[in-house]
């Protein structure tokens, strides 16, 4: 299963446009906030399930803060990750994925991607398709591969 990851798109849809036409065909998107309203258009533009969660800039936003799915296999936990303090360090973030039984935790808000594994967990943050913050700031966005059985994949890739 391919399954395309992004963050913080802050209601600009150009680059998350050109990260779904490269990757196509994926099985599954997830969007780990900062959507700004463009949660419709999203849905209608991919054509697989999609799983998105509010960030700290979805002010009137109807999704949820937080959402667990169970893909392969693996327990999966997406957030933003502002309430975790995840600017300074993801410790907290990865008590609570541990906490709630999760193998995964997809998260943004920082604009920076990264992958790590700590206490079992993976973390992934997939940067920011729109205003990237690492060194060189290009857009990012992640994918993951995962099969039955197997330890995910998973790459940053970038747009240039």
């Known amino acids: ?18 990260a ?7 099985d599954y998107l997830i969007h780990c906030g900062d959507v700004e309203g463009r949660e419709d258009y999203i849905e209608a533009f ?3 399930p999609c799983c998105m969660v509010s960030g700290n800039n979805d002010f009137f936003s109807d999704l949820p803060r937080e959402a667990f ?10 957030t933003h990750g502002h309430s975790y303090g995840v600017s300074l ?3 907290g973030l990865v008590d609570e994925a541990r906490y709630r039984e999760c193998d995964i935790v997809l998260f943004g808000h920082t604009h920076r ?13 997939p940067g920011s398709l729109n205003y990237p913050r690492q060194k060189g700031r290009l857009p990012s ?19 240039r």
């Open 46 to 48: 991919v054509e697989c």
């Open 1 to 18: 299963m391919k399954i395309l990851i992004v963050s913080d798109t802050h209601g600009l849809d150009g680059n998350l446009e050109k």
């Open 20 to 26: 779904v036409v490269r990757e196509s065909p994926f």
């Open 141 to 159: 966005y992640g994918v993951m591969e995962l099969e039955e059985g197997r330890e995910p994949e998973v790459e940053i890739r970038f747009l």
């Open 113 to 125: 991607p990264e992958t790590a594994v700590r206490e079992g967990v993976l973390a992934v943050n």
């Open 69 to 78: 799915l169970q893909l392969e296999g693996k327990k999966i936990m997406v």
């Open 89 to 91: 360090d993801i410790g």
